[in-house]
């Protein structure tokens, strides 16, 4: 039997290592763009210079694990083709392709790799007192103007958004706010219009839906609000946001022969969260396991408990989440919430190398 995984990250790698590890006579190829694997939950540390997000693939994956390096162009009839002209046959298929980011043009997405690498750049770049606008009041774009203001604090910092920490409790949110205000992060509460680039590429004037422009030398955009086509592109059922719509045993509705894990899966109240794709990526290689030993599967379930986010190296927050991911009162902040996060991240990557990773049952 060969299983074709296609994307090594947090889901993708996590499912290789569980099948490599159980299916002694199957043979486990993953494809993905680079040699490396990325922790995107500390793209903004690689932004920032306060941290690498990137480990050699081959310290991630058992061994026995074919890579090939490079993209899944399509999804075929038991098979896939690849950028390079090649194809390779697969038996099961594990789709975990991530999410992407759509910036509008003139700002630097933060999201992805090759956006962090951008940013780094024009990041050492900036002289003294230069303006940086980060789009995005998520999770995503409070820990990038952080992280950049904590490294930088001779540059003028500003999130642009039209919510700020929209996921966490009032007393959270306020926590943040205070936060933000004590590392001199100003807070605009708006909605972007455009971008008015004056001459520099990545610069200009962001434009607000109140028509107010914001001069800015560089502009990251911190949102993360879409998926690769390539399920879309193969044919698969995907729902609006181009999400894979798979059944309760995470296979996609269109083809049962392959699982669709991570932020490209369509998962009723799933987040975008390596929270969400580690669980799902060793639930799918748990269910592949099972059935080809010929015995009883169980649908997937999984219950959240907190929502971290890091503040710079030395401050961050844990907010408590009930089973659905909504918000409780408690939260933990300031060192002890940095310590948290920390964990966290280094959980996540524990889980995806040792296939080695526990989690919560869904909301009753
Ligand atoms: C700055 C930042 C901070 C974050 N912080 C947190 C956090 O604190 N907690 C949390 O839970 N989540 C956090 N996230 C979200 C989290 O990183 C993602 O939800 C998670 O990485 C999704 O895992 P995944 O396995 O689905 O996809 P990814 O980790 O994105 O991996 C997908 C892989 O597939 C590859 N790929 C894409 N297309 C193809 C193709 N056609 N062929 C082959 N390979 C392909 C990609 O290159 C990548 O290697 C953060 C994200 C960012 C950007």
Redesign the pocket.
């Known amino acids: 039997m060969r299983v074709v995984v296609?994307?090594?990250?947090?889901?993708?790698?996590i499912a290789a290592n569980r099948l490599a590890k159980k299916l002694d006579d199957a043979q486990i190829i993953v494809?993905?763009?680079?040699a490396e694997?990325?922790?995107?939950?500390?793209?903004?540390q690689q932004i920032a210079g306060s941290g690498s997000a990137t480990t050699p693939l081959a310290d991630m994956l058992c061994e026995g694990i074919d890579v090939h390096v490079?993209?899944?162009?399509k999804i075929g009839d038991g098979e896939v083709s690849?950028?390079d002209g090649t194809s390779l046959g697969f038996d099961h298929l594990i789709v975990?392709?991530?999410?992407?980011?759509t910036p509008l043009p003139g700002a630097v997405a933060?999201?992805?790799?090759e956006g962090a690498q951008l940013a780094r750049a024009r990041l050492l770049d900036l002289p003294a007192d230069a303006v940086v606008t980060v789009i995005g009041g998520g999770?995503?774009g409070i820990?990038?103007a952080t992280e950049i203001a904590e490294a930088r604090p001779d540059l003028q910092i500003r999130i642009v958004a039209a919510t700020l920490a929209a996921t966490l409790s009032p007393g959270a949110q306020r926590r943040v706010r205070a936060d933000l205000e004590q590392m001199n992060i100003q807070v605009v509460e708006d909605v972007v219009r455009e971008i008015r680039t004056a001459g520099t590429s990545f610069g200009g004037a962001v434009v607000l839906q109140s028509g107010v422009e914001v001069p800015s030398d560089l502009v990251l955009w911190?949102i993360?609000a879409s998926v690769?086509e390539?399920a879309a592109r193969s044919g698969l059922q995907v729902d609006t946001h181009g999400r894979a719509v798979v059944d309760e045993h995470l296979r996609s509705v269109t083809d049962p022969r392959i699982f669709v894990?991570?932020?490209?899966?369509a998962v009723p109240g799933a987040?975008?969260?390596?929270?969400?794709?580690?669980p799902?990526?060793a639930h799918a290689a748990k269910t592949l396991i099972r059935m080809t030993k010929g015995r009883s599967i169980k649908g997937f379930s999984m219950g959240y408990a907190g929502?971290?986010?890091?503040l710079g190296r030395r401050k961050g927050l844990l907010q408590a989440c009930r089973r659905d991911d909504t918000p409780r009162r408690i939260f933990i902040s300031g060192r002890i919430g940095a310590m948290s996060?920390e964990s966290?991240?280094r959980y996540?990557k524990y889980g995806s190398r040792t296939a080695n990773y526990a989690w919560l049952p869904g909301p009753r």
């Open positions: 296609v994307g090594a990250g947090y889901a993708g790698t494809v993905n763009p680079r694997f990325v922790e995107r939950v500390r793209l903004h490079g993209s899944v162009d690849l950028d975990a392709v991530g999410s992407t980011v933060v999201g992805t790799f999770p995503t820990e990038t911190a993360v690769p390539l894990v991570g932020d490209c899966a987040r975008f969260a390596c929270a969400t794709a580690t799902q990526g929502q971290a986010l890091s996060k966290i991240n996540a």
